[in-house]
Nanobody, 123 residues
Framework: QLQASGGGLVQAGGSLRLSCSFS????????MGWFRQAPGKERDFVAA???????YYSDAVKGRFTISRDKVKNTLYLQMSSLKPEDTAVYYC???????????????????WGQGTLVTVSS
C-alpha cells in the first residue's frame, strides 16, 4: 500500500525530495512517517506527520528536512536539503492508524511500510 520513490545519488549540500504514494484509505486518516537505515545500523526515526498535521523531526534532520503530505494525491513527501554524507541510508515511509503521540518516533508503532528508497550522499 506504500510505494516510496525519489532516492538517488547527490553531493553533500544538495537536495532531494522523496515521495511515498499511499493506496487504500486516505492518508490523512493515518499518522505517517519516514525512517532510515544506514548499513550496519538500526532503523532510525527521521520525521512524522500526525493525523492532525503536526510535524515531528529527529534532532539530526531538524531544520534541513521537511515532511508534508498532499491529501488529494494521497502522497507523503520528504524534502531533504543541505544533505550530509551521514544522511546516506535506505529511507522508508510508514503509516499507522492507531499511533499514540508518545510512540510517534517508534518504528514498531507503524503498521504499514514501503519498500525503501536508497539515498546516497557523496562528500
Amino acid at each position: 500500500q506504500l510505494q516510496a520513490s525519489g532516492g538517488g545519488l547527490v553531493q553533500a549540500g544538495g537536495s532531494l525530495r522523496l515521495s511515498c504514494s499511499f493506496s487504500g484509505r486516505t492518508s490523512s486518516s493515518y499518522t505517517m512517517g519516514w525512517f532510515r537505515q544506514a548499513p550496519g545500523k538500526e532503523r532510525d526515526f527521521v520525521a512524522a506527520i500526525w493525523r492532525g498535521g503536526t510535524t515531528y523531526y529527529s534532532d539530526a534532520v531538524k531544520g534541513r528536512f521537511t515532511i508534508s503530505r498532499d491529501k488529494v494525491k494521497n502522497t507523503l513527501y520528504l524534502q531533504m536539503s543541505s544533505l550530509k554524507p551521514e544522511d546516506t541510508a535506505v529511507y522508508y515511509c510508514a503509516a499507522g492508524g492507531t499511533i499514540i503521540l508518545s510512540s510517534i518516533r517508534v518504528s514498531d508503532a507503524y503498521h504499514y511500510w514501503g519498500q525503501g528508497t536508497l539515498v546516497t550522499v557523496s562528500s
